[in-house]
Structures are given as C-alpha cells and as structure tokens.
C-alpha cells in the first residue's frame, strides 16, 4: 500500500532543490521587539461575585462608563488605587509584583 513511501534510494532524474539566489532580510527584528524584559503574562482569570455585583457591572457598562465589563472594573480600580495613601500604595505595588512574578513563574512551569 505504502512501499514507495519508505524507498530511501537516490532515484535517476529526481528533481533536486534549487536556490534562486541569496536571502536578502527585508525587515531586520530586534530582540528586544519580540522579548520584553517583563516578567508578566496574561490570561484569561474569573473572579467570583454574586449577581448584585454582577448586575451593577453590567448597568454602568451599559451607560457608558466601560465598553466592555473587563473595563468597567479596570477603571474602577484605576480609581480607588489613585485614591490609596503613599504607604498603601506602596504596599499595594509590593503586593502586586510578588502575585504577577508568581503567576509568570507558574506560567513558566506550564510550557
């Protein structure tokens, strides 16, 4: 059924590989365009709330306040941590770099 596809033999008149000339780089990629120094990743993640809250979302959403839901509540975070104290602030950013260095190192352990 299959025997000519295992034939390793050189066959007579069999058309070899020909190079039409050198490469030429057209557009030349950087490393650091395609690696960043970051150590984020993103993805998808669900945050467990009940259907007051879930509703509330959706109405501020649907006045305009956020295009998507995923907006409504980044602005409103964006608000209250604007609003934190220098100490919370930085407290906040401490906590922040150690759970996204550790959501990176998880994601790292995936691959």
Same mark, same amino acid.
């Given at each position: 059924?299959?025997?000519?596809?295992?034939?390793?033999?050189?066959?007579?008149?069999?058309?070899?590989?020909?190079?039409?000339? /050198?490469?030429?780089?057209?557009?030349?990629?950087?490393?650091? &365009?395609?690696?960043?120094?970051?150590?984020?990743?993103?993805? /998808?993640?669900?945050?467990?709330? &009940?259907?007051?809250?879930?509703?509330?979302?959706?109405?501020?959403?649907? =006045?305009? =306040?956020?295009?998507?839901?995923?907006?409504?509540?980044?602005?409103?975070?964006?608000?209250?941590?604007?609003?934190?104290? &220098?100490?919370?602030?930085?407290?906040?950013?401490? =906590?922040?770099?150690?759970?996204?260095?550790?959501?990176?190192?998880?994601?790292?352990?995936?691959?």
């Amino acid at each position: 059924m299959a025997g000519g596809l295992l034939n390793h033999s050189k066959k007579s008149g069999q058309n070899k590989l020909v190079h039409s000339g /050198p490469v030429k780089v057209e557009n030349q990629v950087k490393r650091g &365009d395609v690696v960043t120094d970051e150590n984020t990743v993103t993805f /998808p993640a669900n945050v467990r709330v &009940d259907n007051h809250i879930r509703n509330q979302i959706t109405a501020l959403n649907n =006045i305009g =306040i956020g295009s998507t839901q995923k907006e409504v509540v980044g602005n409103l975070l964006s608000e209250r941590i604007e609003k934190l104290s &220098d100490s919370d602030r930085q407290r906040f950013n401490r =906590i922040l770099s150690i759970l996204e260095q550790k959501d990176y190192l998880t994601s790292l352990s995936k691959k």
